[in-house]
Nanobody, 117 residues
Framework: QAHLVESGGGLVQAGGSLRLSCRDS????????NGWYRQAPGKSRELVAT???????NYADSVTGRFIISKDKRTKTLYLQMNDLNPEDTATYYC???????????WGQGTQVSVSS
């Protein structure tokens, strides 16, 4: 079973940057780590960015132009570079993977990002 490990969250001032990382610690071939989501207090989990196996990216309108999703295929590590952060970006950020055969989703434990004004 996959085990997603996230890192890189923290507290930053508005206008600052953070980079999140996520990988499957078991490095299973059937697992495709491919997306970042976030959930702010009192709100539903929402898509932040996804990346396909072919490298196509998709972003939420609220982060387009500020965030960049990328993946190191060799290490199977997924990254989210977050620039020009603002307090509205404060949330728990979750890494998502999908099972290549079943299509089931696997989620990381979440990493907290807090942006002060």
């Amino acid at each position: 079973q996959a085990h997603l490990v996230e890192s890189g969250g923290g507290l930053v001032q508005a206008g600052g940057s953070l980079r999140l990382s996520c990988r499957d610690s078991r490095s299973l071939a059937v697992i495709n780590v491919n997306g970042w989501y976030r959930q702010a207090p009192g709100k539903s989990r929402e898509l932040v960015a996804t990346i396909t196996i072919g490298g196509e990216t998709n972003y939420a309108d609220s982060v387009t132009g500020r965030f960049i999703i990328s993946k190191d295929k060799r290490t199977k590590t997924l990254y989210l570079q977050m620039n020009d952060l603002n307090p509205e970006d404060t949330a728990t950020y979750y890494c998502r993977a999908t099972h290549r055969v079943s299509g089931n989703e696997i989620w990381g434990q979440g990493t907290q990002v807090s942006v002060s004004s």
